[in-house]
C-alpha cells in the first residue's frame, strides 16, 4: 500500500520551455503532498507544500511563479516549471501524506523526475 | 531553527556486520522519526518508523528512539553490499503557516564491504 506515481521519469527539453510534473497517490487520499528538488550530492531541498484545494506554501527562497503547483484532488497534485533554465536541472521529488491517518503517518515519496533543460 | 543532524560519512562497515546510523534532533515537540534509504539517483525509501522511546525490529532493521536524550538511531544486522546507500534521518517539525513539514538530516552515506 501508500504508492505514490510521479510522472514523467525523465524530461529533456529545450531552454525556454514549460513542464509539467505529475504526482498521484494510487491508493490513499493526500490533502497535502510535498515537492522536492535534489541536485547531485546534496539533500533534499522543500519547494513547496501542496494543500488540496488551497494554495501551495512555497519555502523561502522559491518563486512562485516560477513553480506552478496544482493540487485539484485528494489524488493529484502537479508541479510547472514555467519557461525553464539550465539552471533548474534537477531531480525533482514529490511525496504525499495519507490523509487523516494521525500524527505518526510518514511521506511516501515518488520515483522522482530527472528533468534536463539544454 | 529545528534540526535533524546525522554525520555524513561514509560510514564503512565488513559484509555481515551490524552497521549504526545516528540522529539528533533539537526540537522536544517532534514525536515520529522515519527512516530512509536513498540509492544514488533515486528518490527516497522509507524503512522504519517509530514513535515511541525504545526498540522497534523489523527484520535486519532495528529503530531506537531516545526522547529525553533527542536521539534516534538505525541499526542493520548483517549488512549486505545491496544495504550501501544514503539514509536520511526525518521527523516532523517545522509549522509552516499551519503545515507541518518534515525536517530532514543531511543523510549519512553508508558503504558495506564485501
Known amino acids: 500500500g501508500a504508492v505514490v506515481s510521479q510522472h514523467p521519469s525523465r524530461v529533456i527539453c529545450k531552454s525556454g520551455t514549460s513542464v509539467k510534473i505529475e504526482c498521484r497517490s494510487l491508493?490513499?487520499?493526500?490533502?497535502?503532498m510535498f515537492w522536492y528538488r535534489q541536485f547531485p550530492k546534496q539533500s533534499l531541498m522543500l519547494m513547496a507544500t501542496s494543500n488540496e484545494g488551497s494554495k501551495a506554501t512555497y519555502e523561502q527562497g522559491v518563486e512562485k511563479d516560477k513553480f506552478l503547483i496544482n493540487h485539484a484532488s485528494l489524488t493529484l497534485s502537479t508541479l510547472t516549471v514555467t519557461s525553464a533554465h539550465p539552471e533548474d536541472s534537477s531531480f525533482y521529488i514529490c511525496s504525499a501524506r495519507p490523509f487523516g491517518q494521525g500524527a505518526h503517518q510518514p511521506q511516501h515519496f515518488g520515483d522522482g523526475t530527472r528533468l534536463s533543460i539544454l | 531553527q529545528k534540526e535533524v543532524e546525522q554525520n555524513s560519512g561514509p560510514l564503512s562497515v565488513p559484509e555481515g556486520a551490524i552497521a549504526s546510523l545516528n540522529c539528533t534532533y533539537s526540537?522536544?515537540?517532534?514525536?515520529?522519526f522515519f527512516w530512509y534509504r536513498q540509492y544514488s539517483g533515486k528518490s527516497p525509501e522509507l524503512i522504519m518508523s517509530i514513535y515511541s522511546n525504545g526498540d522497534k525490529e523489523d527484520g535486519r532493521f532495528t529503530a531506537q528512539l531516545n526522547k529525553a536524550s533527542q536521539y534516534v538511531s538505525l541499526l542493520i544486522r548483517d549488512s549486505q553490499p545491496s544495504d550501501s546507500a544514503t539514509y536520511l534521518c526525518a521527523g516532523w517539525g517545522g509549522n509552516t503557516s499551519g503545515t507541518y513539514k518534515y525536517i530532514f538530516g543531511t543523510g549519512t552515506r553508508l558503504k558495506v564491504l564485501a
Open positions: 526540537d522536544r515537540g517532534s514525536q515520529s
Open positions: 491508493d490513499f487520499q493526500a490533502t497535502t
